[in-house]
């Protein structure tokens, strides 16, 4: 398995191409389709998993989508909200936008290419993290970063207890690589990062 990242720049969110049991990519950003489409190349991208609603992670899906001829995947109620354009809790408003209903899958709590799919509220109402336990590598999405960083929990849908529990879930995993939504990737021990957020959530 490989993965290549092309890390997020202004409020765009981090995109992950995974080669694995079938290429794909974890998110879309906001205004980096054009820069994810060159680092794919010719490769044939199978799927793209949405870890959550928000603009910053699917600005650019219907362009990836399209462009790369691949299904979008998001879960129950982040999908929902997709398809019926919810500006508010998507927060396309926060940016002046119109977020236009997209086609959206969704994406079953089971496993996705070899990796385990986890239910992770508390930034969103359904957000989700992917786990390949052999890999030991962690897909996070807003949910938990690096150095004991952790999702906001002030937005639509989020809820602090939920977060801390959902980082509780994940602290019992051995992760040793951390791909995260924002800011750097973790490339060993990413577990002591894990541990990290939770205790920093928990002092407050």
């Not at 950003?29 to 603009?55: E, F, P, Q, W, Y």
């Not at 109402?125 to 960083?149: M, P, Q, R």
């Not at 995993?173 to 750097?184: A, I």
């Amino acid at each position: 398995m490989e993965v290549k990242s092309f890390l997020g720049r202004g409020y765009s969110c981090n995109v992950f191409l995974v080669e694995s049991e079938e290429n794909f990519l974890v998110d879309a950003g906001m205004g980096t389709a054009d820069r994810v489409k060159a680092g794919v190349g010719d490769l044939n991208i199978d799927s793209i998993v949405l870890t959550h609603r928000h603009i910053d992670h699917v600005g650019d899906a219907r362009k990836l989508s399209d462009e790369l001829n691949a299904s979008l995947y998001a879960a129950g109620e982040e999908a929902e909200a997709l398809r019926e354009g919810d500006d508010m809790s998507i927060l396309s408003s926060s940016f002046g936008k119109s977020f236009s209903p997209l086609e959206v899958e969704t994406l079953e709590f089971d496993t996705f290419s070899g990796f385990e799919v986890i239910l992770t509220p508390g930034h969103t109402e359904e957000s989700i993290c992917l786990y390949h336990e052999d890999e030991k590598i962690l897909f996070s999405g807003d949910t938990v970063f690096a150095n004991g960083g952790a999702g906001r929990t002030d937005l639509p849908t989020g809820d602090r207890k939920e977060l801390v529990d959902s980082i509780d879930k994940l602290n019992g995993l051995e992760v040793e690589s951390l791909y995260p939504g924002h800011m750097s990737v973790v490339e060993e021990n990413a577990g002591d990062h894990i541990e990290q957020s939770l205790k920093n959530l928990k002092m407050f």
